[in-house]
């Protein structure tokens, strides 16, 4: 079993940066693979990224392709998202989740553990 704490949250301006962290308890974090969604107020909750236990794979939303980069630290069981070039668009809360199914995947029905998220607002 995995907890998952986001943090990194805020609100930027568009076209700004914004790094979000996601802290995971427990000694399996890295067998995991991760993931990243988010929901806006009156949406679906969407997929944004994952990656891979090893970190040797990721997978992006179009809408965030060349913008945002996922990433990982095993030895501090740390996943983390680098969102640039933010577009009001963007905003949304953001939410970890965990894989213990060893999917790598976009949908969110693979995961079985997730954060509480973080907002995060982009304001044009």
């Known amino acids: 079993q995995v907890q998952l704490v986001e943090s990194g949250g805020g609100l930027v301006q568009a076209g700004g940066s914004l790094t979000l962290s996601c802290a995971a308890s427990g000694r399996t974090f890295s067998s995991y693979n991760m993931g990243w969604f988010r929901q806006a107020p009156g949406k679906e909750r969407e997929f944004v990224a994952a990656?891979?236990?090893?970190?040797?794979?990721?997978l992006y939303a179009d809408s965030v392709k060349g913008r945002f980069t996922i990433s990982r630290d095993n030895a501090k069981n740390t996943l983390y998202l680098q969102m640039n070039s933010l577009k009001p668009e963007d905003t949304a809360a953001y939410y970890c989740?965990?894989?213990?199914?060893?999917?790598?995947?976009?949908?969110?029905?693979?995961?079985?553990?997730w954060g509480q998220g973080t907002q995060v607002t982009v304001s044009s």
């Open positions: 990656i891979r236990w090893s970190g040797g794979s990721t």
């Open positions: 989740a965990a894989s213990s199914f060893g999917l790598f995947s976009s949908v969110s029905g693979d995961y079985n553990y």
